[in-house]
């Protein structure tokens, strides 16, 4: 028994002898009616500490509260700002976790944008090293080859010596 529970019953035995009926009332006519049409903070509280009284009574039998009604009237208020504390508390922290993990979604994928930009540039540096290769070993081919078509067509005919060993170098440079 707590001390809360002592104390009404103190309240009770001072109560029971001003009480004109030998039952409690039940809860819906526990408050007092008063007549006078001005209602006092001090009446109110009044009412509601002997409300409080009577709803932490045992029943009039004699018999136990009902575990089920001790649940509903005590365990599950009880457990409503409980309840919606953690699903506050889980929905905020449900909220961080996706804008964390949106947020490391996001810099991999930035940082991995920049990895591909810097290999397409170099990609680029390449080919372009590429084309101006190319189009040195063009400039440096093109007049051999000219020279031998020439030679095979009969329009140049003078330097037969230089014209041969040109002529065994090209297959090499094609």
Known sequence: MSFNTLRTGLFRQTTASARTTPFPRSIHYSFPRSTSNSTSSTATHHAHQHAHAH????????????PHMVWYREIVPAMIPIFLISTTLFLSLSLIRTHLSHSKSLSESNSKIEELEFQLSQLRMEQKRQRVREKRERERILPLVVERVLQRVGVVGGEDEGVEEEIKELPRLL
């Open 55 to 66: 709803a932490n009574q045992p029943p009039r039998n004699g018999k136990k509260p009902s």
